[in-house]
């Protein structure tokens, strides 16, 4: 498979290249040649397919030739070894957990498939990758344990000093080996200014092979099409039309599940669901994309005010505003309803939302759903990863997982960082 950039400015490349270069030399984002349609057999008789299965089948265009049949099994077989299930908690809604992987948040699929490319393509050679990325919380942690001990790669994670949760700082600045957190004096914006400025930094880049590790790369955003399968394939027997609502931020994920609907599964309607940073629910009322800097809420893992996948939204709808208000839509609420929304749930379902899931729910309650459907809300991450705002809302207390306990005895190591010229100085030492 061949990617071209958006940006329609640079060379074509392959899924390696793509994969190793994270982004386009002329700064558009890789986008797959064709997306292929699976053959109706494979959602007729999905029930009867293993994960690892259907994710080969899924995936298995977009890698082509560039990872042999076994050894992409292999990966799959790896990447996806815990459970993806729908939880009903009301008449004809449920909510599809991504929280069972090692950081307990939906990036781990994403991060671990990325990870185990590289190293893939690393293997037989001595070429390094340096991989960069900022994060606001959850990203970091996914990154940071699934690239742990992978050949060839060396991470670096830029966080914001005081600004990411007590469990989230753990995740990433315990694991050691090749993975090293830098601690910034700052904001993520200051975090995500200092990689972008790296990024285009020669004296860096003709010395050190950089990626990104975020939704932009193809081998983070494209898993993420699996588990809108894998819902498909538990409710499939209701006999109902799909509705998937996605708490979204920079919108990757449910980007993913809109290339799952471009492979021919049956969704009726994909609704995004933000907190107050709405730009695309503006642009789906005036039709203008408006980008806003990002506002701080209780969903800070959707913290962003100009979503990098958008524009892959608008590729795959054949940037055709009217086809994708058919089956798009988004909607945003503020902090005061996202709280209220966790107290209903657990009051009326006793089922603890995290401040993200509970966005979802709330799209779905807006867009509506009647007896013939069947309403998804993805549960993006853990309600442990946000302990204070879930503990302070419900009033009650949330038991941490044995993943969570394993990080928060071990010691937190970390590089201070002031300013951008410390972390060229880093990534030159
Ligand atoms: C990253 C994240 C999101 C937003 O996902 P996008 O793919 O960026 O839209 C939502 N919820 C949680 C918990 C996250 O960590």
């Known amino acids: 498979m061949q990617y071209y ?5 640079a060379p074509k490349v392959s899924f390696s290249e793509a994969v190793i270069k994270g982004i386009a030399p002329d700064r558009g984002l890789y986008f797959p040649e064709h997306i292929t349609r699976l ?25 082509g030739d560039e990872i042999p049949e076994p050894e992409l099994r292999a990966i799959l077989a790896d990447v996806l070894n815990f459970e993806f299930p729908v939880i009903e908690i009301e008449d004809n809604i449920g909510a599809l957990e991504l929280f069972h992987g090692p950081t307990m948040a939906f990036k781990d699929v994403g991060a671990r498939f990325m990870a185990r490319c590289l190293g893939y393509f690393n293997k037989d050679n001595d070429d390094h990758v340096t991989v960069l990325v900022a994060t606001s919380g959850d990203t970091g942690g996914a990154v940071a344990n699934g690239f742990l001990g992978v050949k060839g790669v060396d991470v670096v994670i830029l966080y914001p000093t005081g600004k990411v949760s007590n469990i989230q700082e753990k995740q990433l600045t315990t694991l050691g080996q090749n993975i090293t957190a830098l601690e910034v004096d700052g904001v993520f914006d200051d975090c995500q200014d200092m990689v972008k400025t790296a990024f285009l930094d020669k004296d860096i880049t003709k010395n050190k092979q950089l990626t990104s590790a975020n939704s932009i790369n193809v081998a983070r955003w494209l898993p993420q099409l699996f ?10 027997n209701k006999g109902k039309d799909i509705i998937f609502s996605v708490p979204s931020g920079n919108f990757g994920n449910i980007c993913a599940g809109i290339v799952a609907h471009q492979l021919g599964m049956p969704i009726k309607q994909f ?26 809420t209780i969903s800070n893992a959707m913290d962003v005010g100009d979503p990098s996948n958008f524009i892959r939204i608008q590729k795959l709808f054949n940037n055709n505003f009217e086809v ?3 089956t798009f839509s988004a909607y945003s609420f503020n902090d005061q309803k996202t709280r209220e929304a966790m107290q209903k749930v657990y009051k009326k379902a006793n089922y603890v939302t995290d401040p993200h899931g509970a966005v979802g729910y709330l799209g779905l309650m807006k867009h509506g759903i009647n007896e013939n459907e069947y309403g998804i809300f993805l549960e993006t991450a853990h309600p442990v990863k946000f302990l204070d705002v879930v503990e302070d809302t419900l009033d009650t207390t949330v038991e941490i997982p044995p993943q ?15 300013s951008y010229k410390e972390v060229k100085e880093f990534l030159l030492q």
């Open 5 to 9: 950039s958006l940006n329609h400015n």
């Open 271 to 296: 609704v995004a669901s933000t907190n107050v940073n709405d730009t695309v629910v503006r642009y789906l009322e005036t039709s203008k994309y408006d980008p806003k800097p990002s506002k701080a």
């Open 404 to 418: 969570i306990k394993k990080v928060i005895g071990k010691e937190k190591k970390s590089v201070p960082i002031k």
């Open 324 to 326: 994708l208000k058919n």
């Open 39 to 63: 053959p109706q057999s494979f959602f007729e008789q999905i029930e009867d397919l293993d994960n690892v299965e259907i994710a080969y089948q899924a995936i298995q265009q977009f890698v």
């Open 227 to 236: 588990y809108f399968l894998f819902a498909y394939k538990q409710v499939k």
